[in-house]
């Protein structure tokens, strides 16, 4: 028990600025919207049991791919012996320990932040679609963007591989949290990324998506029923391509149709088009694969992200200028990142002193 209360104090203080980034979106979005008077429609577990579920399916993932390394690699002579001493002493260990406190830090911050999210058009009603999807034709030569593409995926079977793609961003994006929670040896990477995820997600996911309040394409005659719906074309392509191949993308933009109607709240509910947070995360990775230096990886992620952000557009979820945006602000805060993952704050015992140390972290345990 003393080294877990130990590799707890530990993690607290090595994940500091991360759980600091946490409670201060957590704590400010319940803030705003008590003030709002939709404190009732705000929580902070909704995420916890689907998300222990999802990670155990990834975790078991990654531990049978590496009985398999263990079987063909190390080959112990007692097999399951060696299984189980390894698994026990993971479990006691710092990165486990750490990991699960990230893990949960996440699920609070995503439940906050889909909770938040599902209260945007309460804040501020829908109101920039038709200035973006005006927008979008200015800068693509006075063509709507999906207009421009549907020539080369507007086939049914092309339009369901983007469909399956798209709806993959979820595992993909699962797999590398947990990487990054539980696994990555880099320990600056692995900072830089979860503080550029829940930056992401708080700057990009929250405060544009508030100040430049939409809800995209696909809900555009429905918000805007007195305008003329420049996406009238592309709905009715994706519903007759769902006869040949059943789109899920067309069934959670009924569901969250179905949420917002009913002001329902609900894990990944909420509609919000500007920025894209696919895109977003699709070029973190991206970010995190060139950092790992591997040639294989990076040109996985850029192609990740290429299809995602053609996805966006496709399957009505957004206008591209989304997307654009989302990578330049991605970018920035992943700058921004690198920055406060060489800092960390001190244990209580000193916290009233930032230091620029690595180092310090280790020292204030022994004290």
């Known amino acids: 028990m003393s080294s877990i209360r130990t590799n707890l104090r530990k993690a607290v203080i090595s994940d500091s600025t991360f759980?600091?980034?946490?409670?201060?979106?957590?704590?400010?979005?319940?803030?705003?919207?008590?003030?709002?008077?939709?404190?009732?429609?705000?929580?902070?577990?909704?995420?916890v049991v689907p998300a222990i579920l999802q990670f155990l399916t990834v975790g078991m993932l990654f531990y049978a791919f590496y009985i398999i390394y263990v079987m063909i690699k190390l080959r112990p002579q007692k097999l399951f012996s060696f299984l189980g001493l390894e698994l026990k002493t993971w479990f006691l260990s710092y990165k486990s320990v750490r990991g699960s406190l990230d893990f949960l830090a996440t699920c609070i911050f995503l439940s906050a932040m889909t909770s938040f999210k599902s209260l945007i058009p309460d804040m501020n009603a829908f109101s920039w679609d038709p200035a973006l999807a005006n927008f979008d034709r200015l800068i693509h030569g006075g063509l709507a963007p999906w207009e421009i593409i549907q020539p080369v995926f507007g086939m049914p079977f092309l339009t369901h591989f983007i469909d399956i793609t798209y709806g993959a961003w979820f595992v993909i994006m699962l797999t590398a949290?947990?990487?990054?929670?539980?696994?990555?040896?880099?320990?600056?990477?692995?900072?830089?990324?979860?503080?550029?995820?829940?930056?992401?997600?708080?700057?990009?996911?929250?405060?544009?998506?508030?100040?430049?309040?939409?809800?995209?394409?696909?809900?555009?005659?429905?918000?805007?029923?007195?305008?003329?719906?420049?996406?009238?074309?592309?709905?009715?392509?994706?519903?007759?391509a769902s006869t040949s191949y059943p789109l899920f993308a067309l069934k959670a933009q009924k569901m969250l149709w179905d949420f917002y109607q009913s002001s329902a709240l609900g894990t990944a509910g909420g509609i919000s088009s500007m920025p894209s947070m696919h895109v977003s995360i699709a070029?973190?990775?991206?970010?995190?694969?060139?950092?790992?230096?591997?040639?294989?990886?990076?040109?996985?992620?850029?192609?990740?992200l290429v299809l995602i952000l053609v996805g966006s557009v496709h399957l009505a979820w957004h206008y591209a200028i989304d997307g654009y945006l989302s990578i330049i602000t991605t970018a920035l805060i992943w700058k921004l990142s690198a920055y406060l993952a060489s800092y960390q704050i001190i244990s209580p015992v000193n916290c009233r002193v930032v230091e620029k140390n690595a180092d310090c972290a280790e020292k204030s345990i022994q004290i």
């Open 19 to 47: 759980f600091l980034c946490v409670s201060i979106y957590v704590l400010s979005t319940y803030c705003f919207a008590s003030y709002r008077g939709l404190e009732d429609r705000f929580s902070v577990v909704m995420y």
């Open 177 to 240: 949290i947990f990487w990054f929670v539980f696994i990555a040896e880099n320990e600056q990477l692995r900072k830089q990324f979860l503080l550029t995820y829940i930056l992401s997600w708080a700057i990009n996911g929250t405060v544009l998506a508030v100040l430049f309040s939409s809800a995209g394409p696909a809900f555009f005659s429905g918000i805007y029923p007195e305008v003329t719906n420049p996406y009238q074309g592309l709905m009715t392509y994706l519903n007759d």
């Open 283 to 304: 070029f973190l990775i991206l970010l995190a694969c060139r950092r790992s230096h591997s040639l294989a990886l990076t040109l996985f992620a850029s192609i990740f």
